[in-house]
């Protein structure tokens, strides 16, 4: 059996390499892949606690997530070509007023 | 049955003052007069109820609710008619009525709206005046008392696109609030000294203790009080409004400046006699104040060339009389002297408004005269005035100035009295000074004023008094002869008691000093009128040889002794400077301005800073957030 800690890292390394992407990059679209990489490694942290603790809920908990992380990709799409269509641009520092 | 002598004139008020502009002039005055005379009626049925009642309890008390209760402090409204609210009610209104009359056709120039503001002032004026007196305890009265200071100024200042008629109402407010500021101080200190402010209860617990010898609270309450009696009834130091009140339309002089208001502060001592009556300190202060301006306005009246003038001249100086007698505690003839002076007063200035109404404005005696022919019913009426206010046995001034001027030399004050009897030969000869010069003897028409186009329509015909003026002047012609016999036997006097009970006058039964001092005082009035009739009927080229020889005493006299530029330079102009130089330009404009400023500048420079952190871009955002939450993690998973 592959010990707890193991996933842990795996989940840790994940989270870190999706928040770098967030910062990092210039691409809505992949900005928003980021995010969901971000939300899958707390995913793995919750399923690997859940069989480590012989409990469910873990599971239960990363559906919610899921289907969370499904709406917002919808909604964020949808803003992502609203603000595509004014600017003709993926850039989020293309947005730095709040009006326009 | 109490409310609705003060709620009348209210509902006069109200109805004009919302209704007045649309129901016209004729309409208008009839509510007003109406009203004053259904208030006069219920005065009446009051009055007589009271009479019915046992000597000793004669009193009507309706306590509408309790307005005030806090902790140990309880003011009731309530209203409370006694024997001195009973004289002074029926003055209020019956005289008062008799001026609404009078003003029916006096006002009658006027525009409908400003008709009708007059008389909605006029009627708010007796309702506020009438719960003066009607008020049971201070605070009552207190709205009374500045109800009244109100309409006097809005009165004053009634034709208040003339500048001086705004000045005048300005400095009467002003005046008025230095003494009421000494009133308000009174009575918190009295409701701190006896835990009440009804005059009934204060009026009880003070009645067994014994005067004060020297200075204390009592003593302190009084004079507190009289400070604001002396801005009320223009006493010497406070007396500089009345003279300027003369602004006003005559009929207000009649009703606010001579009858009623101006007595409010003889009213108020009498109300709270057993008070005074246990601070003799405070009754000297009263009867020296009260000759002192006796004697000062009657020795400025002399020299007066405005009607109005001589007449509130007059006034103070009656007014001085009235604070007199209360000084030395012949609390019923100071009140005597209220009730008839109310009379002939009102008369003599409703007359000077018919002389003034009949000439078109003018109001200069130098430039009447000869009036008698022209205008009989006036000249009559004012004749009659002017006896009875000079002390003709008689008529109703005789009884009452020498009631009180008996009663300072029976009391001890021989200079008071030597001073008030100066004053009754002051009075005689100013007031037929002014019969003389007004009635008698020819006009001299002003040049200037026969090119003026208004006053050669008026000059042209001469009208006396309209029904309504006339009406008016012949009442008061009558009461001025007849009030006086009230007191005859002791009659009011015994009414009267059981408002200063327990506080017995100490009784004098010198017949025969009496009649030596009656025989002297008679004898100042006729030789006033015959000193008047010298230089102003017989032999002008004397007075106007008296007038140069003492030309000095009569620059100052007609100066008024310089009492208002001494008022300017030593009050009025500090106080600008202090204002100007002190309170605006530092204190204003640098520290209450510059700390207003400087809030607004700090918040606009940190703002200027702040503003940095926000740069639209989300990402910086993100980050900013995603370090904080890894710092609190830090923070609290750190072992």
New interface residues.
Partial sequence: MVPLNYYLVLSAMLFAIGTAGVFVRRNLITILLSVEIMLNAVNLTFVAFGRALGSGDGQIIVFFVMTVAAAEAAVGLAIVIGLFRHRESLNPDSWTVLKW | MLLAVPALPLIGFLVNASLGRRIGKAAAGAVACGAMLASFAVSLLAVMRLVSLEPDSRAIVSRAFTWISSGDFIADFTLRLDPLAAVMILVVTGIGTLIHVYSTAYMHEETAPEYARYFSYLNLFAAFMLLLVLGSNFLVMFVGWEGVGLCSYLLIGFWFEKRSAADAGKKAFIVNRIGDFGFVLGVLLAFVRFGTIDFQQIARAVAPMSPEAGLGTISIITLLLFVGATGKSAQIPLYVWLPDAMEGPTPVSALIHAATMVTAGVYMIGRNAVLFAHAPATLTVVAVIGTATALMAGTIALVQNDIKRVLAYSTVSQLGYMFLAMGVGAYAAGIFHLYTHAFFKALLFLGSGAVIHALGGEQDLRRMGGLKRDLPITYWTFLIGSIAIAGVPGFAGFFSKDEILFRTFASGHALLWTVGLLTALLTAIYMFRLVFLAFFGDRTPDQTHQTDPTHLTHETHLHDAPPAMALALIVLAIGSVVAGYASLGGRFERFLEPSFAPERVAEVADRGLELTLTAVSIAAALGGIAIAAYFFLKNRRAADRMAEQFAGPRRLLQNKYYVDEIYDAAIVQPIRIVSESALWKAIDVRVIDGAVNGVGETVTGASEMLRRLQ?????AY??SL?LGVVLILGYYLWP
């Fill in positions: 740069t639209g871009s989300v990402r993100a980050a995603f």
